[in-house]
């Protein structure tokens, strides 16, 4: 009996810097695919990270659109990320070589573009994908704007998106973003080419049904991770457990801005006396744009129990988990599965987590963690000194 093939698509191959919490799903469920006897066929971008691959020779050319000209300003660039030419003539000549039985596809907006879509189509390829935000809808991915929660492009409405300057405070890059969200809604690109979307929470399902998307086609399907390499029993046991612990993107939306005003209400309130118990060290793991910022509120608010320690691999990410006595999660944005919570919980650490989004449902509140409110120090500040006191590791 022939090996069963699956294509995964994704704009990266790796779980390195920007590839985040998808990266990571993305390795592991090849890791299973492989183990479960599936031949596994991937399709992304050739960045410097790319794993290697007998197929990385269809890989695309690798754009960067970080920056707020989005590509600098090319033209070339600009176009692809409405309809990338090379994605599609590449994905047809793999395609007519590898011949896979289904497609399975991850973040494929901007780098890839949905031009791979009629693609697999033509070549009647049944298609899933899992939806791992909110960037179908809202062309800043987020919901926020001007950092409250917004849902002004609605119906249709994206042109809310340019009056809101809300991609990178950029009127040029909204228009690129809410043109290209336009495009794909509009000639329903995605509705009209994947056969099911997989919600890795309950909220992003609701959230795409209420906007349009058939709910038939929406399943609940949580993200996952592997218990054996996050089990507890990896941590050191003889650890002074002495801080907590966020890693992460460090970006405006996930309210590490809170989480730094909430510590120095925590350390001015223990040395003026208000707060009997001393502050535990906060470190946080990760890179992100708003590093910078984040480093210069630390110096402003004069804090002394705050530690940046960069981006961390598996045994370092470990080591810091071992010493914390829980995570925290302050979004301020819909977040939808985070990959870092399931972790933080698989290693035995409760999880302080605001109440947007899907993190509800992944807290039992006052068990395996704290559910907080967003955008408040105070209320924050009075989960993590909750989560301190919790006995035990999370279940």
Known sequence: MARRRILLVNKFYHDVGPAGGVGRYLVQEEEDLRAAGWDVVPFAMADEHARPSPWDRYFVRARDYSHASYGGGAIGDALSLLWNREAARNLDALLREARPDVAHLHNVYHHLSPSILPVLARHRVPVVMTLHDLRLLCPAIHMLRDGEICERCKGGRFHNAVLGRCVKESRGASLLAAAETAHQRWRGLYTGNVATFLCPSRFLRDKYAAWGFPAGRLLHLPNFVDLDVWHPRHLDAGSVR??????????REKGLRTL?????????GHAEGAIAEPPLTLRIAGTGPCEGNMRARLAQLGLRTVEFV???DLDGLRAALA?????????????NGPMAALESLASGRPLVGTGLGGIPEMIDDGVTGIIVPDRDPDGLLAGLRRAAALDGDAA
Not at 242 to 251: A, E, N, P, T, V
Not at 323 to 335: D, G, I, K, N, W
Request: aromatic share 18%.
């Open 323 to 335: 010493r914390a006595r829980f995570t925290v999660l302050p979004s301020e944005c819909y977040e």
């Open 260 to 268: 730094l005003d909430a510590q120095a209400v925590w350390e001015r």
């Open 242 to 251: 002495d801080s907590y612990l966020y890693f992460g993107r460090i970006s």
């Open 310 to 312: 960069g981006s961390l």
